[in-house]
């Protein structure tokens, strides 16, 4: 069964940063898949932030997180991470990471309706 499982969010100082991991089970990060991570903030539409596809590293980022995020995996840890510099207020959203059959490179591997698996979210909460 795959699983995805979110965690590392937190309460934040704007400026300050956080590391997001998404722990995956049922496949490994050597399979073909694309790995995205999404947001979505009180009264908005759902965010893609960053893609990657483990088995080459090709990845991909939203306008929003370019220059301060960075979308990276560790294949022994099964794991995918979101490193995030820089925090803003509008930073805040819950984070939830999901895995796609296969990847599509460029900016289609932010589209949502790609994603067939999705796991719980972790709140990250930017203070101004």
């Not at 999404?38 to 990845?59: H, N």
């Not at 939203?62 to 995020?69: I, P, T, V």
């Not at 949502?112 to 909460?125: F, N, P, R």
């Given at each position: 069964?795959?699983?995805?499982?979110a965690?590392?969010?937190?309460?934040?100082?704007?400026?300050?940063?956080?590391?997001?991991?998404?722990?995956?089970?049922?496949?490994?990060?050597?399979?073909?898949?694309?790995?995205g991570?999404?947001?979505?903030?009180?009264?908005?539409?759902?965010?893609?932030?960053?893609?990657?596809?483990?088995?080459?590293?090709?990845?991909y980022?939203?306008?929003?997180?370019?220059?301060?995020?960075?979308?990276?995996?560790?294949?022994?840890?099964?794991?995918?991470?979101?490193?995030?510099?820089?925090?803003?207020?509008?930073?805040?959203?819950?984070?939830?990471?999901?895995?796609?059959?296969?990847y599509?490179?460029?900016?289609?591997?932010?589209m949502?309706?790609?994603?067939?698996?999705?796991?719980?979210?972790?709140?990250?909460?930017v203070?101004?």
């Open positions: 069964e795959v699983q995805l499982q965690s590392g969010g937190g309460l934040v100082q704007a400026g300050g940063s956080l590391r997001l991991s998404c722990l995956v089970s049922g496949f490994t990060l050597d399979d073909d898949v694309g790995i991570w999404f947001r979505l903030a009180p009264g908005k539409e759902r965010e893609a932030v960053a893609c990657i596809s483990p088995s080459d590293d090709d990845k980022y939203g306008d929003s997180a370019k220059g301060r995020f960075t979308i990276s995996s560790d294949h022994a840890k099964n794991t995918i991470y979101l490193q995030m510099n820089n925090l803003k207020p509008e930073d805040t959203a819950v984070y939830s990471c999901a895995t796609a059959p296969g599509y490179s460029g900016h289609y591997c932010l949502g309706s790609l994603y067939d698996k999705w796991g719980q979210g972790t709140l990250v909460t203070s101004s």
